[in-house]
């Protein structure tokens, strides 16, 4: 049984009714796996580095940074800058992207940049009392020799960083420093306030290390005032300084707030959890292919500073297996993992899932994860081999013939190690002319294939003069051509003798990319000039921290759902600062509309989905985007219909697909399911497509509860536009 038999359309005339009757006799077999609700992270931007992970200070390490240019090496991964202009124009970009206040000049970082400050530092006091160089730390990683002169207890001198502080939450701030100096001497470190103007205040928090030749590190712990008055605004400086001539060279300076929950951010732990999430992948991504994982395991001050392989920057391996593990565990997830085939090997990930899931007596592997702090194995059931590898842009990207070679491989290699781990291999939808990847590398690996992975990032360049209904519907309508190439895949896999094939989507997220100018603004007679929906232009597209990710998510959700388990889980990009899930700037944490419009689904997970037939008007377009043929005649609402495992309750989910619509009065028929007139409405909704919550205000798109009574001359229900509803009946008995 499939989309045909669990989901039945009939076109109808009116744009503002419809009516729905749900038939429980109809089911699917498989119950809604909560996988589909999973999520993904990677380390890009900061997804995992001032988003998942608490440590606050950039560049901690002192590494030297790589920057991107545009473009990727012909190997795959990033292409490195070399060009000053082009980088200066970089520095200015990162220090906008921090949030840094405007009293920064861009020169400053650059001058010390140029001057052999790590990237991200700056001098604290006068240049001319300060002499930086890249120096070498007890590992082989890069350090910084700081030489203060002309110094005094009024005049100290170093190195500082400006950054945002969580003293909403907290005031204390635990420090780890690894350093040394020439000669015995003093460092300070401490924590000030900066003004408006750019000028540094006294320090409000200050502890002082000693150290000699020999490397050492330091743990002092650096508290606020209490009483202190702080706003959201509030710019701090932590600084490194002297106040006696010295000679001293920093490894390391790391700066976490004393909540921190393993290292991770309580806040992203708590919005994590609070919303059960079921399974999460790590550690990408692009990244993964160039990811070597002996490099995050271990005592972490031992661990090595590398260019990040995808993205550009540093990867300070400060967050590794061990800290995936313990945020799973903090969360309540089941973690997975993707592994580096790209310029990793077969032996690598063999290593790895030994050291995930071997027994500390038996494997050398799992000896020395229980030598890292972990006797009992992480029982690591997904395994991803790979990311995007049919790729130009990603690390050791291959052929058709060159991945189904390695996957052959890497499949030998780990199930040897563990036979019950579940592999999935990378599959291709972006489009048919792709085909050939899927049905070759089941021709030649088929006995071995047990699942493929697909990225729906779909969607493509739009600009000024994209109709913006045209680009909403053409997101809310792929739902049902992604069912259409979910069944001919399905045909592949079983053609290749694979009796019970799995999908695994493994990225998702709306995919349009702005390329023209900022519109100038919009149609003064279109009733949504006043928030600029008329023109398209960065601020009034569907993005993933927008409205529309929730429906779009919510849309291929139940496409998953209807496929009776070909789908096996849907992880979702991202966690945090990445795609849409999370946000946090500026050391607040807060939720996009996507994270509430997930966790709206939670109570279907374990349901059985059953039979709906609407009748309601269609959405078309007449334009492709990239992968998105042109919609006709797709239903204006996608219902889902679940029934709960004790048959208690019945959940109806409700996608409001239609661009500028009026609220559609919805008729509700429950069949056979003898419903209470009370039922329970939780709606998700906003007034424009790229409605999204931010920082200032972030609870302006929340789901809203509410209870509303139906009866047989009164069965409606009202669904907003641009909305995510959930209405759950209670079994009445006879």
């Not at 919550?693 to 929340?702: G, Y």
Request: hydrophobic share 35%.
């Amino acid at each position: 049984m499939g989309r045909e038999e669990i989901f039945i359309h009939r076109s109808g005339a009116d744009s503002d009714r419809a009516a729905v009757a749900v038939d429980v006799e109809t089911r699917l077999s498989s119950p809604v796996e909560p996988d589909l609700y999973a999520k993904f992270c990677e380390h890009l931007g900061r997804n995992i580095y001032h988003g998942m992970e608490a440590q606050i200070l950039f560049n901690p390490t002192f590494g030297k940074w790589p920057f991107h240019a545009p473009g990727s090496d012909v190997a795959g991964g990033f292409k490195r800058e070399y060009d000053l202009e082009a980088i200066e124009s970089l520095v200015t970009d990162h220090d906008y992207h921090r949030n840094l206040p405007e009293v920064i000049d861009a020169e400053v970082t650059l001058d010390a940049y140029t001057d052999g400050v790590a990237f991200g530092w700056m001098y604290a006091g006068d240049a001319e009392r300060v002499i930086a160089s890249p120096d070498v730390g007890p590992t082989g990683n890069q350090a910084q020799r700081v030489e203060t002169t002309d110094v005094a207890a009024d005049r100290p001198a170093g190195l500082r960083q400006w950054t945002a502080l969580p003293h909403h939450r907290t005031r204390g701030f635990e420090c780890r420093v690894k350093a040394r100096a020439k000669a015995a001497t003093d460092l300070t470190l401490s924590l000030s306030v900066v003004g408006e103007d750019g000028t540094t205040g006294e320090a409000l928090a200050a502890e002082t290390v000693s150290l000699d030749e020999e490397w050492t590190t330091h743990e002092p712990t650096l508290e606020l005032p209490a009483e202190a008055d702080f706003d959201d605004d509030t710019v701090f400086e932590f600084a490194l300084t002297t106040t006696e001539p010295a000679n001293v060279v920093v490894e390391r300076a790391l700066l976490y707030p004393d909540d921190h929950v393993d290292y991770a951010d309580p806040e992203v732990i708590e919005f994590l959890r609070e919303r059960e999430l079921p399974l999460l992948r790590w550690p990408g991504g692009n990244f993964v292919s160039g990811y070597h994982w002996r490099d995050g395991v271990g005592p972490v001050d031992e661990r090595p500073t590398k260019p990040n392989p995808a993205w550009g920057g540093l990867e300070y391996n400060l967050f590794g297996t061990d800290e995936f593990m313990r945020f799973c565990e903090n969360v309540g997830c089941e973690p997975m993992i993707c592994v580096n085939a790209g310029d990793g090997t077969p032996e690598e990930a063999a290593k790895w899932v030994e050291y995930c899931n071997g027994d500390p007596d038996e494997t050398e592997m799992g000896a020395l994860r229980a030598e890292n702090g972990h006797p009992e194995p992480y029982d690591v059931t997904y395994w991803e081999v790979g990311n995007e590898l049919y790729g130009e842009w990603q690390v050791n990207w291959t052929t058709k013939d060159g991945y189904a070679d390695r996957y052959q491989r890497f499949h030998d290699a780990m199930t040897a190690v563990d036979p019950d781990i579940r592999l999935q291999a990378i599959g291709d939808l972006r489009g048919e002319q792709f085909n050939d990847w899927n049905e070759h590398l089941l021709a030649e690996a088929g006995e071995s294939v047990r699942a493929l992975t697909q990225h729906i990032l779909a969607g493509g360049a739009v600009d000024e003069t994209t109709d913006p209904d045209e680009l909403f519907h053409a997101f809310m309508g792929f739902s049902e051509q992604l069912g259409e190439r979910f069944k001919r895949l399905e045909a592949l896999l079983r053609d290749a003798g694979i009796d019970d094939p799995r999908i695994a989507i493994t990225e998702l997220q709306l995919f349009a990319t702005f390329t023209g100018d900022d519109a100038d603004g919009a149609d003064e007679a279109d009733p949504h000039a006043a928030d600029g929906a008329s023109a398209l232009s960065p601020e009034t597209m569907p993005t993933p921290q927008t409205i529309s990710e929730a429906l779009y998510d919510a849309t291929i959700i139940h496409e998953c759902i209807r496929t009776g388990g070909l789908v096996e889980m849907i992880t979702h990009s991202a966690t945090v600062n990445h795609g849409g899930g999370l946000q946090k700037e500026r050391e607040r944490v807060w939720a996009d509309p996507c994270y509430y419009g997930h966790a709206m689904g939670a109570p279907l997970w374990g349901g059985t989905p059953v039979g709906v037939e609407l009748e309601c008007a269609t959405i078309s377009t007449e334009y492709t985007f990239r992968e998105i043929d042109p919609v006709e005649d797709v239903p204006a609402l996608d219902v889902m219909a679940v029934l709960s495992p004790d048959e208690s309750s019945l959940t109806l989910m409700i996608v409001n697909c239609a661009s500028r619509g009026e609220p559609v009065s919805l008729s509700v028929d429950t069949g056979a399911f003898n419903a209470a007139a009370e039922v329970d409405r939780v709606t998700l909704s906003a007034e424009t497509m790229h409605a999204e919550n931010t920082r200032d205000e972030p609870e302006r798109v929340t789901p809203e509860s509410s209870t509303v009574t139906l009866s047989d001359d009164d069965p409606t229900v009202t669904i907003e536009p641009y909305s995510l509803t959930r209405l759950t009946f209670e079994r009445v008995e006879e």
